[in-house]
């Protein structure tokens, strides 16, 4: 063991040794040896630096797969498009401008509702939802609203201040009438809630326009499910537009073929920047009725590409055959959110994981959680489908 003297010893030892190699190197004595132990420290310093990620500014680090979120700038509007934490296909996108966050469905089960709370909370610090929309009464869209007993959904992990939902539906089922219950307790506790009918006919205090900042608004837009009955659930979805300047961005839920061609007919849609794209990437949506009219240039896809969840029809899994062929002849900027790994153990990665797009109202960006390729470069669509028409 050593004693208090042993150490002291030690000590002034030491000091002396650097004194005299202090004295040595200024002398030019050992000047080699102290220069390449400064430049083994420097080394040192700077691996362990990088290995701590203390440098990731200036240097890209390949083996590192992005978990951070996509940094927006506070005078940017930013629409994130979710990956949902599980296997299953659903919607869920959160649009954000200054201190005004929107949420547009909230898919795909119920324990999607942390995944989602989660991502929002890393840009919304208010806990306030200024608007919330609920398209239609499908699990995949509203499951999310409700949560579960371990972690409740979204209506309760934040103040939501005015809820837009469907004005028609045939729903019956268990999840729809827990919707309405958690809805209509966050109502109790001062939250406004109309329908998209309302909205879109200014009444009873809805409003069909909403400025969300200088130059910015949310506009519901009005097709005839709202009103008339179908047999389709899908096609009561709510459709809205943000207009930002002179762009545009349109959400419309699972708008079918019919439902898109009423919308159409009823709204002068402008070119859009962006497009959620309608039910999925489904074969029965985006139709070229509405392609023709917004000519889009981004196109996102809220989806597990390749799950069997609803068909073992390969081409007509989501994003099917039949959307990547129509919506080729616009544009080549398709994002996937989410892939299935094993449709058995229904087990999935990121596509491009979130998506966010963003801009200022002149030009945009789109940045992804997981990476930036597009849907056509990917391995999946190398494999399982065709740019263009299918010989
Ligand atoms: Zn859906």
């Not at 729809?176 to 909205?199: F, I, M, P, Q, S």
């Amino acid at each position: 063991m050593a004693t208090k003297k042993t150490k002291s010893k030690a000590k002034s030892a030491a000091k002396k040794a650097v004194k005299q190699s202090v004295r040595n190197a200024k002398k030019g004595k050992y000047g080699g040896i102290v220069a390449i132990v400064l430049v083994l420290i420097l080394g040192i310093a700077l691996f362990g630096g990088y290995q701590f990620g203390l440098f990731d500014g200036l240097f890209h680090r390949e083996d590192e797969k992005t978990t951070s979120p996509v940094v927006v700038d506070t005078d940017e509007l930013s629409v994130h498009f979710l990956e949902l934490g599980n296997w299953y296909t659903g919607d869920c996108t959160y649009i954000k401008i200054g201190t005004v966050d929107i949420l547009i469905d909230a898919g795909s089960r119920a324990s999607s509702a942390q995944a989602i709370t989660e991502y929002v909370n890393q840009y919304c610090t208010d806990g306030v939802l200024e608007y919330v929309i609920a398209t239609h009464a499908h699990q995949d869209h509203i499951a999310g609203f409700v949560g579960t007993k371990e972690f409740p959904g979204i209506f309760e992990q934040f103040e939501c201040e005015t809820i837009i939902d469907f004005p028609r539906t045939d729903a019956t089922s268990q999840v729809y009438r827990n919707y309405c219950e958690k809805r209509d307790a966050e109502v109790a506790k001062g939250a406004k809630h109309y329908t998209a009918l309302e909205c879109y006919e200014n009444k009873n205090g809805a409003q069909r326009k909403y400025t969300l900042a200088e130059g910015v608004e949310l506009e519901i837009l009005y097709q005839k499910f709202y009103e008339e009955k179908t047999s389709d659930e899908n096609n009561y979805s709510v459709c809205c537009m943000i207009n930002q300047g002179n762009q545009h961005y349109l959400f419309t839920g699972d708008l079918e073929g019919d439902g898109e061609e009423s919308l159409v007919q009823m709204n002068n849609l402008p070119h859009c920047t962006l497009f959620k794209a309608g039910h999925h990437g489904s074969r029965t949506s985006t139709t070229y009725a509405l392609l023709d009219e917004i000519t889009p240039e981004v196109v996102c896809v809220c989806c597990c590409a390749g799950s069997d969840e609803y068909t073992a029809t390969n081409k007509n899994q989501f994003p099917t055959q039949e959307f990547c062929t129509r919506v080729s002849d616009y544009t080549d900027k398709v994002y996937v959110t989410s892939l299935s790994l094993d449709n058995e153990k229904k087990e999935f990665t990121s596509m491009n994981g979130n998506i966010v797009f963003s801009s200022k109202g002149d030009g945009y960006t789109v940045r992804c959680s997981a990476n930036d390729t597009l849907l056509k470069d990917t391995e999946w669509f190398k494999e399982n489908r065709v740019w263009g028409e299918p010989e």
